[in-house]
């Protein structure tokens, strides 16, 4: 098997809230990035993506475990190696508006990484440079756009900018944290079709999340999904498994939930009920899996007790692991009845 | 659903008066809204979505002006022009006949006020001061929005879960029995399995109560699911309008096609998206003759010059386009794979 170009090992994240309580954002995840794949992960809003995405990138440090780049533990990287790592995966963040420092024209933006890590040396290189990115991203004609400042572009374009400026460093990795979430329906497909193509083009491997889990599959479709919850993953495999043989009672029920832009469908679908609609808060995780309070297959004095960890279903043709005791064991699932 | 009209918007023209110039923000509009219906408004933002709903219940910002059209509404069999109300007719309307939801409003309570005294507040401003009738019908509201009323009643807004405020607010808006509801973007925002509950809430709500719903939203799915006539909307103008299936799978206007064409889809095995191409037009310098024909792949040079009127195609299937012929040749491809996978 190839070394993971990224990995996490057990790795958890908590942050601080007043003197005394502390948010477990992140728990034991294990993690491999594999070289030149498209991974996704996918989840509600505060299952902790964000986070995950941030660690990756080296701009969080975990709380517990470790992060490996092409096998070696990132905390003991030190100085052109260090660097090396943080030029190399480059985070494309949600809102192209925060992102993009409104006083400076296209041209400074791209040109300040270059000049600082030195793979420029002059004006002109510089300008050929921008240019060449520009053009990567579909940002043409160049003339047009390099001497603007980011409020005279579009969102699709500004978002564009934000990419063209993740390649700066030449990443051979790029985390994009809902990239495409706040550009319109009718143009995402082309910014998300640009960083597919990087993929072959640029030898990149693209990490991609979202809540979207439509826009998951269609990304990642020769990839694979993980799937998180509270702050783990619950679920991961190859995304047609994913999508057409989910497994994980959450990936089930997140599945079914989700309206389709096919009325014959969309109105035929299985609901799949909750036993409760209320989060709980990170602060008050339920003891065992932290879906049990939720689950429809909930199995009492198992999923109440015992943490679950990733691993096959025996009777699963797929390769998914999943994190649900009563499934890894052999069980089949049987509606809770109280 | 019957043939009952409640609204019939007829040439609904708004202008936004901007320091860059007049912003042509909805132009020429008109539509019709039946009782017990649910009519989508769907299109990009920007589009005039959330103008020509505001237009509707005359909440505009103060530089906003409606410059032509009317808004019939009808009920009891008595037909007014809601144009032509007075402010406190307009009062009235609001709430009594047609309540609107805004976008992000679970965020806007009044942060000191408890659940309870928001609805108190609300019937009170709308002369129901009878205490005994506001606790029946809210414990009814809350039984169909399930909310638990005791529980939220003598709650804080910030005390409760944010898909619990979007109930609570469907529950406020119909307090009053309005025959129309207006839900701007009403599940944007909310997590996968509380937009369910608030999809589910609100089916049911519509089958009890028996209101029509005008909604906005970006989201096609979200259209395709509670929609019985969908309104694609492009800078400004309804571009195309018909029943569900109709938008879906017989789509009429290049815009409709192209979107459907970019949405992912869940269950279709393998997607194969295209992107419309271009940006959305600036409204305030729009393109001449048809506006969608900078960025339409059957664009021709009638197209630049004159502008199509929404014509109807099929039964209750209208679409502003010169080459609809075009789009039924094209669309034959939008459903292969699922026609090939049955
Ligand atoms: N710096 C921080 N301090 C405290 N809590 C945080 C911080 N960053 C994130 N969180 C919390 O961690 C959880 C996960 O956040 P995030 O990683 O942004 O999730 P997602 O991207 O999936 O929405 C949320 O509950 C969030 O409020
Ligand atoms: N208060 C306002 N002043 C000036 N322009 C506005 C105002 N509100 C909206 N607009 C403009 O009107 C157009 C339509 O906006 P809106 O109705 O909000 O669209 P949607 O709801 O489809 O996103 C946009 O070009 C928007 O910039
Ligand atoms: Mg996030
Ligand atoms: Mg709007």
Redesign the pocket.
Known sequence: MTTPILEFENVSRSFKKGRTTIIPVLQNIDLAVNPLEFLCLVGESGCGKTTTGKILAGLLAPSDGRVLFEGQDVAKLKGEDYKRYRRSVQIIHQDPYASLNPTHSIYNILSYPLFRHGYVKNYAQARDRVGELLQRVDLTPVGDVIDKYPHQLSGGQRQRVSIARALTTNPSIIVADEAVSMVDVSIRISILNMLMAMQNDLAVTLVFITHDLALAKYFAWKGRIAVMYLGRVVEIGRTPEITENPQHPYTKVLLSAIPEPDPDRTRTKVHVALRSEDIPRLTELPPGCAFHPRCPWFVEGVCNTHIPQLAPVPRNLGDSDVACIPLTQGAELKLYES | MNDEIVLKVEDLSVI?N?SRGP?R??SNVSFELRKGEALALI??????????S?ALIRML?K??EINAGKVLYTRDGKTRNILDMNDGEMRAFRWNDCAMVFQGAQNAFNPVLRIRDQFLDTARAHGRNDKEWLRQRTLELFKLVRLDPQRVFDSYPHELSGGMRQRTLLALGVLLDPQIVIL?EPTTALDILTQRAIIDVLNEMQTRLNFSIIF?S?DLALAAEMADRVAT?YA?EIVEIGGVNQIFYEPLHPYTLGLLRSVPKLSHGQDELVSITGNPPN?IDPPSGCKFHPRCQFASEKCSREAPPLTEYDAGHQSACWHVDKVIEARKDLYKKKVTES
Do not use: F, N, R
């Open positions: 936004y901007s912003v923000a909805t299109g990009e933002s920007g589009s005039g979505k959330t103008t020509l505001l910002a530089s906003a701007d906005i970006h909307m400004g409204l």
